[in-house]
């Protein structure tokens, strides 16, 4: 899963807002893309706590607001959606446990670059991703690729669940498949599902 493995390869940036200004971002090096326009966008969206995705064509964006934060990461189409939030969850949950972000932030002489030390703190979760046991993957069978598929759920997901099994959509090549995945995180059964939106 090569993907999986190097997640890094694969982001184009790593965002923690508030509704002003950056507090922090991340990009490959050698990276000098802009993504005001997007982040204007995520900040425009005043609903806390719940993931958001925008496909982009040539990139997808997770994102989420919380404790007036908010946080965004933007990748290769490549990536499922899944990985992109188990990252956002874990860089959230870093970036709390390292700062008292709101103690920081009412600082008078508050500035960005405080968190500066945030940026090698998130090159050692993003190097090793796939070793921090966030995501699990499963296999899934769709009947119209007539392949199986490799299916990425956060556990975070599957543990807070309220009830069992917890439906996925896989949305791939223009279809999209529903999946039930139990406490176990073995799929339940997998069906085709029609799309609108
Ligand atoms: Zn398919």
New binding site residues.
């Given amino acids: 899963m090569p993907v999986y493995r190097n997640i890094g390869d694969f982001l184009e940036f790593i965002n923690i807002s508030n509704e002003e200004a950056t507090l922090f971002e991340w990009k490959p090096q050698k990276s000098f893309k802009r993504f005001d326009l997007d982040l204007n966008v995520v900040k425009e969206n005043p609903v806390s706590d719940i993931f958001f995705h925008r496909d982009k064509g040539n990139m997808k964006l997770a994102y989420i607001r919380r404790n007036n934060l908010i946080y965004t990461v933007g990748a290769d189409n490549k990536v499922q959606f899944q990985l992109l939030e188990a990252l956002l969850e874990h860089v959230s949950f870093k970036f709390h446990e390292m700062y008292d972000v709101e103690i920081i932030m009412s600082y008078e002489d508050f500035n960005p670059a405080m968190f500066n030390g945030f940026k090698q703190v998130l090159v050692n979760i993003i190097i090793n991703f796939a070793n921090l046991d966030l995501v699990k993957r499963i296999q899934v069978e769709?009947?119209?690729?007539k392949?199986v598929?490799t299916l990425f759920v956060k556990k975070s997901m599957i543990e807070n669940a309220d009830s069992y099994p917890v439906p996925i959509v896989y949305v791939?090549?223009g279809?999209a498949?529903l999946c039930f995945i139990d406490q176990n995180f073995h799929h339940r059964g997998v069906e085709l599902v029609n799309i609108t939106g």
């Fill in positions: 769709c009947r119209v690729c392949k598929l791939h090549e279809h498949i």
